[in-house]
């Protein structure tokens, strides 16, 4: 399942078919696309076809991620608007960004 991370954009997999020497097999491919509000603001292009049948995404679970961290649901907003912002800094400024999200995909 997709999630949805408002202002920041989503992250799921799309199936992919590859050829692994005489046989094609499929895979899920991650993706992530970038939240509308980000792409305007960095004048970006905006795939909106990036997800097969404009499949729906689920938001995040604030709550659900701030139990399982052991945190306030508070400081997971905070948190998220803190890497918003710095990721939008860093595409304002023109650098290469790698946002990498530990146990996913």
Do not use: W
């Not at 997709?2 to 094609?24: M, Q, S, W, Y």
């Not at 800094?89 to 999200?101: D, I, P, Q, R, T």
């Amino acid at each position: 399942q997709g999630v949805r991370i408002p202002t920041l954009g989503c992250f799921d997999t799309v199936p992919k078919r590859i050829h692994v020497g005489n046989e094609a097999v499929t895979i899920q491919k991650p993706v992530f696309h970038l939240a509308r509000n980000l792409a305007v603001v960095h004048n970006l292009m905006d795939d909106k076809a990036y997800l097969p049948g404009n499949k729906e995404l689920e938001p995040l679970k604030y709550a659900k991620v701030a139990m399982a961290a052991s945190v306030s649901r508070q400081k997971v907003e905070v948190c998220i608007q803190g890497t918003t912002s710095l990721f939008s800094h860093c595409l304002g400024k023109g650098e290469n960004v790698s946002l990498v999200m530990k146990d996913i995909g």
